[in-house]
């Protein structure tokens, strides 16, 4: 089967901590990290915080296109928050910027590998302009 995973990454939260403070910046990642969790409810899915402002999900049964839909989706509830960040560049509410993989995992295939490949794609999705959803070759 499938394995989508998927690294949804804040962005400019250092600004968003700077104008608000940690504890606000906390209280951002929780109400985010919760908006992404609640669009992964399948029991097969997984959702974690990964590092920092970075949660990481994973869906069984996902193709590539169904994922990078599904990760659309989501910044566009995230966006729908309203919680307002008048120093991003993107927008002035907060918005998340995403990275995703998907595939058949072969009998090689560690879950690391395809983890690093959302992170590369993750990376590309914020050099592109933020607040949007980059998917690994």
Known sequence: RS???FLFDIDALGLYNETFGRN???ACIRRVARTIAGHFRRASDLTARYEGATVIAAGIGMTAELAAQHARIILEKV?????HHPRCTVQK??????????GV????DSPQAHIEKA????KQAKAG????????P
């Open 105 to 108: 995992p072969g009998s090689q």
């Open 79 to 83: 966006a729908e928050l309203h919680i």
């Open 24 to 26: 606000a910046g906390d």
């Open 129 to 136: 302009g933020r607040n949007r959803v980059h998917e690994a």
């Open 119 to 122: 992170v590369a794609a993750l």
């Open 93 to 102: 509410y907060v918005t998340v910027s995403a990275g995703i993989t998907a």
């Open 3 to 5: 394995v989508a995973w």
